[in-house]
Nanobody
Framework: QVQLVESGGGLVQPGGSLRLSCAAS????????MAWYRQAPGKERQLVAT???????DYADSVKGRFTISRDTAKNTMYLQMNSLKPEDTAVYYC???????????????WGQGTQVTVSS
């Protein structure tokens, strides 16, 4: 069994900061790529940022320069530092991991349950 658990969401004023965490646990042999997605009410889920096992990163244009993705490989944990938050960043944020489960023959994708981020004055 594999679990991804997000934390760190909440209510913040415009211009504020939040740091999200995603901890992967369970029968994991290795984690390949990881990513953060978000979904606002009435909208499709969109990719926010990605980080590879080699720590190469990429960002959606809407968050470049404001968000920073990182990971601690030893702890199987990924982070998203969000600065200069805007009301349009309001969404449920999901973590995603492409990983090899112990005993499985191939990589597969897993999702967390999501954490709400609300940016409002």
């Amino acid at each position: 069994q594999v679990q991804l658990v997000e934390s760190g969401g909440g209510l913040v004023q415009p211009g504020g900061s939040l740091r999200l965490s995603c901890a992967a646990s369970g029968s994991i042999d290795s984690i390949n790529d990881m990513a953060w997605y978000r979904q606002a009410p009435g909208k499709e889920r969109q990719l926010v940022a990605t980080i590879t096992s080699a720590l190469s990163t990429d960002y959606a244009d809407s968050v470049k320069g404001r968000f920073t993705i990182s990971r601690d490989t030893a702890k199987n944990t990924m982070y998203l530092q969000m600065n200069s938050l805007k009301p349009e960043d309001t969404a449920v944020y999901y973590c995603y991991a492409f990983l090899l489960r112990r005993g499985a023959g191939r990589l597969a994708g897993y999702w967390g349950q999501g954490t709400q981020v609300t940016v409002s004055s």
